[in-house]
């Protein structure tokens, strides 16, 4: 897979699919969750309504309503101070395994990550992306072609470039 990493707005982008960092009751809330339903339009949030929950480290799909996407995949990540930190890398790692397996099964070539549980939830922004990286380096896919991890914050962009200079 071809790495882009961004400093950016996702709502902004055109992707196949894009990665929403939500909350188990698939509610809407602050942060990209925010973001993306502001941009997205309302039909998001009764499609999530239907679905009604999604467990932390689980990822479940929308259609992405007026976003430039097919596809919206609603991942939770864990908050980081609710699990010991072994358990929140595990469940960090699960969130985004499951979003890319789960975009590859919806045979999408390109796919935007937000840095999932490193705003509001709390998880070490340089923590959490070397744990993206090593599950990108397990991931074997077979239709996704281009992944981008779209940041937002400049510590995060720095991170990612520096991280992934050497992938
Ligand atoms: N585009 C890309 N990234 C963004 C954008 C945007 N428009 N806006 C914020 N970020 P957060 P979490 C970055 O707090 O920590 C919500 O209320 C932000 O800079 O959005 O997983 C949900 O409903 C940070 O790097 O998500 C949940 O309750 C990253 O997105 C809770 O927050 C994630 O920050 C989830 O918390």
Request: net charge negative; glycine share 8%.
């Amino acid at each position: 897979m071809k790495i882009n990493i961004i400093l950016d707005d996702i709502t902004k982008l055109k992707t196949d699919a894009i990665v929403n960092a939500a909350n188990r009751q698939l509610a809407g809330g602050g942060g990209v969750d925010g973001a993306i339903h502001k941009a997205g339009g309302s039909a998001i949030l009764e499609e999530c309504r239907q679905i009604g929950y999604c467990e932390t480290g689980k990822a479940v799909v929308t259609t992405a309503g007026n976003l430039l996407s097919r596809y919206l995949i609603h991942t939770v990540g864990p908050i980081w101070h609710e699990h010991p930190a072994l358990m929140a890398d595990l469940l960090l790692s699960l969130s985004y395994r499951n979003s890319l397996l789960l975009a590859d099964h919806l045979d999408c070539k390109s796919l935007a990550f937000p840095n999932i549980s490193t705003g509001v939830y709390g998880f070490p922004k340089d923590r959490a992306a070397e744990l993206v990286k090593e599950v990108v380096q397990h991931f074997e896919p077979e239709k996704l072609e281009i992944l981008t991890f779209c940041c937002f914050d400049q510590e995060n962009y720095d991170i990612y470039n520096e991280l992934f200079k050497t992938f």
